[in-house]
Nanobody, 121 residues
Framework: QVQLVESGGGLVQPEGSLRLSCVAS????????MGWYRQAPGKQRELVAR???????LYADSVKGRFTISRDNAKNTVYLQMNSLKPEDTAVYYC???????????????WGQGTQVTVSS
């Protein structure tokens, strides 16, 4: 059974911090690069950070220096530490493999429910 469960979102003031967590099925977590994506209202979903099985990381320019992705292989969990948050970081945040996991029965990319991050004073 495929599982992607995100948590840790919330309302935070500008320049604040949040730490997102995502528990994934072991079957997809252990062999794949993992990514954090976000989708703001009216915009396409975008990849903001990724981490390989070897812990190499890559960040979108918009979050570089502020966000840090990490993974705990023993817990099948990927994290996103977000610092110095800006209003433009407001979005629903999702984790997934990179590229996104294609569900063989749904025959489309599988996504979890995401976690809402709102940055506002």
């Amino acid at each position: 059974q495929v599982q992607l469960v995100e948590s840790g979102g919330g309302l935070v003031q500008p320049e604040g911090s949040l730490r997102l967590s995502c528990v994934a099925s072991g079957s997809i977590f252990s062999r794949n690069a993992m990514g954090w994506y976000r989708q703001a209202p009216g915009k396409q979903r975008e990849l903001v950070a990724r981490i390989t099985t070897g812990d190499s990381t890559l960040y979108a320019d918009s979050v570089k220096g502020r966000f840090t992705i990490s993974r705990d292989n023993a817990k099948n969990t990927v994290y996103l530490q977000m610092n110095s948050l800006k209003p433009e970081d407001t979005a629903v945040y999702y984790c997934n493999t990179d590229p996104p996991f294609f569900h063989p029965y749904l025959r489309r990319p599988y996504w979890g429910q995401g976690t809402q991050v709102t940055v506002s004073s």
